[in-house]
């Protein structure tokens, strides 16, 4: 969602005149966007803010001045704590208000500002009415369909930085990835904190659902490829399900969070689903598409959490068998209900518990790249490869694949053999 921010707000800050830069010693505006989901994600943003001050004061002796921004999660969070902690911060924008940015940027160019600005409102027009159009940056492409969150997992800021669930209508979405794809996406990734929760209206003012969104979206001429991320396994409908089994270019591979295997544990976190329903929804999904590979993320050390509760997760592990994985020790978030139950689990308990359940994830991530070994698979090319020659894609299964290619072939989906694979790439050639 982020790098979808991120998106938006170069997009929005380029119509506005600016361009961009590699090099931060030429920056005249520095504007960090970022994540308070745990605690490192938000303490990195305070470092990186002190390197970006040296550079300023470095500047400002060569007579350039610099503006330094904060957007994103971190901002709603902490709020003035910011301009507190970085006084030489100019703006932070929270992640409903960055359609501001352009103009607060304007006001502090003309002088009309002095003092630092924080914007941390959850305005009642939705932000995406009031930035420009969207234009395709490659040929993946992100496309938010929904945001925030009403879930309310005792160990989640979501709800709280990104506010109440809100889903855009039907043909604002469709306009969009019209958009996209002209302007050279082939694979859409559809986004949402909740995604399969979307409820948007259409253009007769009709509620629908996510399976209807992508049933439409899936309809746009030159479309290659279609994914969604984030998804909540209790709001997977068997209409979404039959997305997996008729959508052809859906592509097969979800990533379903189930977080602990243990149903205590899954209460405490205020999950709505339990480990056997969370199993019986993915047994569904194989039947509608027998190759469909799973994905989820894991924390490991919620408060409460005894090693036969882990156990439980594990083997929720070795039941699906995921092709790929995220998985994080229990981080305390400030305001949030698990932060101040009194059975918080050891850092030292964590760190083993962590340690063991990507041992075992591995393991089957490596063994199922190694199966991949022989296939012919259509794999869309991204980018460069440190070799020359080389160009890194992205199979359908969301595996990052070597191949050495015509640097033309970037941006195209070509069919590779695959040769080799480790843990975490596979390599191939082209069949011509
Ligand atoms: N501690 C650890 N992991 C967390 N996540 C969300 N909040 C926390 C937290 N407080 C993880 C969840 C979620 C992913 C995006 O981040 O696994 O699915
Ligand atoms: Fe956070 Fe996801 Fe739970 Fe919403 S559903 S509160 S975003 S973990």
Redesign the pocket.
């Known amino acids: 969602m982020n790098v979808y921010d991120s998106s938006r707000i170069s997009g929005m800050l380029k119509k506005e005149g600016y361009e961009e830069t590699l090099k931060q010693a030429d920056a005249d505006i520095v504007l960090f966007n970022t994540c308070h989901?745990?605690e490192k994600a938000a303490e990195k943003l305070f470092s990186d803010l002190g390197r970006a001050h040296l550079i300023q004061l470095e500047r400002e002796e060569q007579g350039k001045s610099t503006i330094i921004g904060v957007a994103g999660c971190v901002v709603q969070a902490e709020d003035e704590q910011i301009i507190k902690r970085a006084p030489y911060v100019n703006f932070a924008v929270g992640p409903l208000m960055y359609h501001k940015i352009a103009r607060i940027l304007r006001d502090i160019e003309a002088k009309k500002i002095r003092e630092s600005v924080v914007e941390t409102d959850f305005p009642a027009d939705s932000k995406f009415d009031f930035l420009p159009e969207n234009k395709s940056q490659g040929a993946c492409s992100y496309l938010a369909v929904q945001e925030g969150c009403n879930n309310f997992c005792t160990?989640?800021?979501v709800p709280y930085t990104r506010g109440a669930e809100y889903s855009r209508p039907v043909a604002e979405v469709i306009k969009e990835a019209e958009r996209l794809v002209k302007t050279g996406t082939i694979e859409l990734n559809l986004l949402g904190q909740n995604v399969n929760s979307y409820h948007g209206e259409d253009e007769s003012g009709k509620e629908r659902d996510f399976a209807y969104l992508i049933e439409r979206v899936a309809k746009i001429d030159g479309l290659k490829r279609l994914r969604y991320t984030?998804s909540y396994p209790a709001d997977v409908t068997d209409n979404l399900i039959a997305c997996h089994r008729d959508i052809k270019i859906l592509m097969p591979y979800l990533h379903l969070?189930i977080?602990s295997g243990s149903d205590k544990i899954l209460k405490a976190m205020n999950r709505r689903h339990d480990s056997a329903s969370y199993l019986k929804v993915i047994e569904k999904l194989r039947k509608a598409n027998p190759d469909i590979g799973m994905s989820s993320?894991?924390?490991v050390g919620f408060p409460g959490e005894t090693d036969e509760d882990f156990k439980a997760t594990l083997d929720v592990v070795n039941e699906v068998k995921y092709i790929q994985a995220?998985s994080?020790?229990?981080?305390r978030?400030p305001g949030t209900p698990a932060a101040v139950m009194d059975n918080q689990v050891e850092e030292k308990v964590k760190k083993e518990r962590l340690a063991i359940l990507q041992d075992l994830l591995f393991d089957y991530q490596t063994k199922f790249n190694q199966s991949c070994i022989g296939k012919i698979m259509p794999v869309l090319l991204e980018q460069k490869g440190r070799h020359k020659g080389q160009l890194i894609g992205r199979t359908p299964y969301m595996q990052n694949l070597h191949v050495s290619t015509n640097d033309d072939n970037i941006n195209k989906i070509v069919e590779v053999q695959v040769t080799e694979a480790t843990t975490n790439s596979l390599s191939g050639k082209e069949i011509l």
Do not use: A, E, L, N
Request: charged share 25%; aromatic share 30%; proline share 6%.
């Open positions: 989901i745990r160990y989640c800021v984030t969070p977080q993320d894991f924390i995220f994080f020790k229990y981080s978030r």
